[in-house]
């Protein structure tokens, strides 16, 4: 993504020497670089709305990018982050789902309540200290 002087944002491609689309001053820098076209085109819109639509996006987009759960989660909510913070091995620990959780917003149940409860109805087992395995 490029910004103009005038502060007009927009993409160009990386060859070329770009100029502003809407003074057409070649007086840009490159602020941002996207892999997609898609995010270009997503963040090339947010740099040039209004200040209360800016928020409003950014709002949303951390909505949707971030599954945040806040509050009380559903059980299956609470499945769903079990299973993420669950590393490629195969196994859950305390610490990698309390840091879900608290990138979800959530305060209760605890990573170690939730585990318990899993251990319970015979989904988890214990396997070390603090790690536990899918049964
Ligand atoms: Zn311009």
Known sequence: MLRCECGQAFGASSSGSPSCTRCG??????VRSFDEPSELSE???LANAPKEVQ???SKR????????????????QMLAMMKEATSEDG???LESLQQRLDAAGV??????HLVGLAEVEGELLRS????WVWL
């Open 25 to 30: 001053s070649s007086r840009v820098r490159r």
């Open 43 to 45: 963040a090339v819109a």
């Open 55 to 57: 928020q409003e996006i």
């Open 61 to 76: 987009s951390r909505d949707a990018g971030s599954p945040r759960v806040g509050g009380k989660p559903t059980p299956s």
């Open 91 to 93: 196994t859950l620990s």
């Open 107 to 112: 305060d209760e149940p605890s990573a170690s």
């Open 128 to 131: 070390g200290p603090n790690t």
